[in-house]
């Protein structure tokens, strides 16, 4: 059903009176990257980055969208990535022939240059779209260069939303995060066929991360240092035992856009960083 929003694949994106509904945080950031956002006038919830994004209303969370929320907007043109939900709200757009348009998957490096690329031709930025994906190469390169000097793969849990009823949401080996710990010269401590995966502490505990990185909702959540330690488990760790729990965003993990090479080298960096 959502492969008929292709149709509007041809569309021309040079109209002043355009109204952008986005809901994807991919392409969130990469039209922002683009200097495209002229016309976009709403995204979902997931879009955190950049922090103009924010400043924009909000049509909810990309698989719980209502209708309403999103024709509150007065829309034109719906951009997502086949990754909307529920499906009658999906009919409901498609009945009322709001035009949407479905991007290529951007999941590994290459495919991503062309997600930018083709979001570049379709807002009429292609300079723009080749200086980025000129800077993603040289920063993975930068990365690859300099990965070789850590002998050791530092193991590294991520957790994603902090602790609730002693459970933790974690990254798993099967994520995007997974691969930029990777090209950071790190790897995972959990691996899983599903990308997060709701893990109890004691499996935390025999996991052993030498690193811990929470990102920014479950970190800012908690507030202090003594509040981490009382997670349960986590003060049993290597990571917590020698001090390197840090906090990251999670729009820096789990999707790979124009930051990806920047993102990888912070990574690098925080992982490989001695205990202050």
């Not at 509150?72 to 009658?88: K, Q, R, S, V, Y």
């Not at 479905?102 to 031709?121: H, Q, R, Y």
């Not at 507030?223 to 760790?237: N, R, Y």
Request: aromatic share 6%; net charge neutral.
């Amino acid at each position: 059903m959502l492969q008929a929003c292709g149709r509007f694949g041809n569309k021309d994106n040079n109209n002043e009176n355009e109204r952008i509904v986005c809901i994807a945080k991919q392409y969130t950031e990469i039209i922002f990257a683009l200097g495209a956002q002229k016309n976009l006038v709403a995204v979902d919830v997931s879009s955190t980055y950049p922090p103009d994004a924010k400043k924009l209303p909000t049509v909810g969370y990309h698989r719980a969208l209502s209708a309403e929320g999103i024709l509150a907007t007065n829309p034109t043109l719906i951009l997502h990535d086949n990754n909307i939900g529920p499906e009658h709200v999906v009919k409901q757009l498609e009945d009322l022939k709001i035009p949407m348009k479905v991007f290529i998957k951007g999941a590994t490096i290459d495919s991503t240059k062309l997600l930018i690329k083709e979001m570049g031709a379709f807002f009429h930025k292609e300079h723009q779209a080749d200086s980025l994906c000129g800077k993603l190469d040289q920063e993975m390169k930068m990365a690859a260069d300099s990965v070789v000097r850590y002998k050791d793969t530092t193991k590294v849990l991520v957790i994603h939303f902090g602790q609730a009823t002693n459970m933790y949401l974690v990254m798993t080996k099967n994520s995007t995060a997974a691969k930029m710990i990777q090209w950071a010269g790190g790897k995972m401590a959990v691996e899983d066929t599903k990308g997060m995966r709701q893990l109890s502490a004691e499996v935390v505990v025999a996991s052993d991360p030498d690193v811990i990185l929470l990102t920014d909702f479950g970190y800012d959540r908690l507030g202090s240092s003594q509040k981490i330690k009382e997670l349960p488990g986590v003060a049993e760790t290597r990571a917590f035992k020698s001090n390197r729990i840090y906090r990251v965003e999670e729009h820096d993990l789990v999707y790979l856009g124009p930051r990806t090479g920047e993102n990888v080298l912070m990574l690098q960096k925080l992982i490989h960083q001695s205990a202050n």
